[in-house]
């Protein structure tokens, strides 16, 4: 018999969800599952008030406008429409050497198609100082964004955005930030950072389900549609308008998803965000202090938060990552969308092993994959 789940995969998705936000999603689907903004009858008018009561908790927790909280199918989606929307008619963009994909590839694209130029600014290992030096050294005249992770998604390694956003705010450049890996883990106030927009998933650290994610916009900020369609306002007219939220939010939007993300706000207010960073860190701390004296290990970064990167010398993560979940412990192995990431922290000739905790996890859990990582090292588990 296995022995009983460890998840360590939490920078992925975070598992296991708060039976508030599952029971929330479920009595939406069997009670008041109507369509929002689609007319007048009571399940359309329950299922639009449970949206804006989302709109309010994500307002409140991230600092912004009830009204510029708009939802997305995911954190990517929210990262194409925002900088897609800012960068078109051209320009110049700047993002951060340790980028996932979900910047990485907009922008890339948009420069091979010669739409926009882009460059990178470097952060890992850099002051918050050398950090700005850089980011001004590469401004030009046309320049438009930054566009730049809070949280590594391969390890913890922080970037210091409330001085970038203050670059940002006193150069007239838009701040995009990625809130994926801390939206939930660490506090975030959009306007105490200069945050123009902050793009975020449910399913990470605000315990919500998977398949949709947000937008969230400071005042003033209104970035070119990505996709038109219908948004149940000015159905005569031709074009999306300028209201928000409706003007990004074609299409029906996942009313059970935004039900259950309500109650992983709940959830994270009532244990509290500081609290959960505490968790994380100590968590970090410990899983380092056993991992540390195995045989092998070699943990790529040791900034505290919640995840970590790792490798067993001589033996290939994915084989690592197999062996893990044979014994039913389930981590993620390669290179996690992030080729620029694995660049910078050297890791990407062989990827690495990441684990990455929730507000689940438990010390002894840690000694559990502690005790199977020791076996895989001396070479009792192999594949």
């Known amino acids: 018999m296995k022995s009983k789940l460890v998840y360590l995969d939490n920078a992925a998705t975070t598992f296991p969800k708060p039976i508030a936000v599952t029971r929330a999603a479920d009595e939406?689907?069997?009670?008041?599952?109507?369509?929002?903004?689609?007319?007048s009858n009571p399940l359309a008018m329950k299922s639009a008030q449970k949206i804006y009561e989302c709109r309010e908790l994500l307002s409140e927790t991230f600092n912004c406008q009830p009204e510029n909280t708009v939802f997305t199918y995911n954190t990517t989606y929210a990262l194409n429409i925002a900088i897609?929307?800012?960068?078109?008619?051209?320009?110049?963009?700047?993002?951060?050497?340790?980028?996932?994909?979900a910047t990485l590839r907009p922008v890339a694209s948009l420069q091979r198609d010669g739409h926009i130029e882009y460059d990178t600014f470097d952060v890992y290992g850099k002051s918050t100082q050398e950090i700005i030096r850089d980011i001004d050294g590469k401004r030009r005249a046309d320049t438009r964004a930054v566009c730049c992770l809070h949280v590594s998604n391969i390890c913890s390694y922080t970037l210091p955005i409330d001085e970038i956003g203050k670059y940002c705010r006193e150069n007239?450049?838009?701040f995009i930030c990625d809130g994926a890996q801390s939206a939930g883990h660490i506090p975030i106030d959009m306007k105490r950072s200069c945050i123009d927009i902050l793009c975020l998933p449910f399913h990470k650290g605000l315990y919500g389900p998977q398949g949709g994610g947000a937008m969230l916009l400071s005042e003033g900020v209104s970035p070119a549609t990505l996709v038109e369609g219908g948004n149940g306002v000015n159905s005569l007219e031709f074009f999306m308008g300028e209201d928000l939220p409706e003007k990004y939010e074609a299409g029906t939007l996942c009313t059970p998803a935004v039900a259950g993300l309500c109650e992983g706000i709940k959830f994270l207010h009532s244990r509290d965000i500081c609290e959960i960073q505490k968790h994380d860190c100590e968590l970090f701390s410990y899983a380092e202090s056993l991992l540390s004296h195995i045989r092998g290990v070699e943990i790529c970064d040791r900034t505290r938060g919640s995840t970590m990167l790792f490798n067993i010398k001589d033996i290939p993560c994915d084989e690592v990552g197999e062996?893990?979940?044979?014994?039913?412990i389930c981590?993620?192995?390669?290179?996690?969308?992030?080729?620029?990431?694995h660049k910078a922290l050297g890791t990407l000739s062989r990827g690495g092993v990441r684990i990455s905790f929730g507000v689940f996890n438990t010390p002894s859990q840690i000694d559990t994959l502690a005790s199977v990582i020791e076996d895989i090292s001396i070479g009792k588990l192999r594949i």
């Open 172 to 174: 007239g450049l838009v």
């Open 84 to 101: 897609k929307g800012v960068m078109k008619g051209g320009g110049h963009i700047l993002i951060s050497n340790m980028e996932h994909n």
């Open 323 to 328: 062996i893990l979940g044979r014994e039913n």
């Open 331 to 341: 981590v993620r192995t390669g290179f996690h969308c992030s080729p620029l990431a």
């Open 28 to 39: 939406c689907l069997r009670t008041y599952c109507g369509n929002a903004s689609r007319g």
